[in-house]
């Protein structure tokens, strides 16, 4: 996935986190400060295990509402 923020905007970036969620059900949330100075050889965001994919990545704050819903018809509200 690729995200894009308003750079030099150092309130937006501590205020801002990446939430991911894989294939198999894993959700992860990153403060987007931790993205902020990255090694040459990249950064490891989010561990997949064998036969699991990165669905999505957004940009969230920390007063959202976060709804994850399957094709299934099964859902689950948290707050982000």
């Given amino acids: 996935s690729m995200l894009i923020y308003a750079e030099g905007d150092e309130k937006s970036i501590k205020e801002q986190c990446i939430l991911m969620c894989t294939q198999l059900g894993t959700v992860k949330k990153t403060e987007l400060s931790l993205f902020a100075n990255i090694r040459s050889n990249g950064i490891i965001a989010i561990k997949l295990t ?15 509402k976060v709804i994850l819903a399957s094709h299934l018809g099964k859902a689950i509200v948290f707050k982000e």
Wanted: proline content about 0%; overall charge neutral.
């Fill in 50 to 64: 064998a036969g699991d994919k990165l669905l999505w990545a957004k940009m969230t704050n920390a007063d959202m």
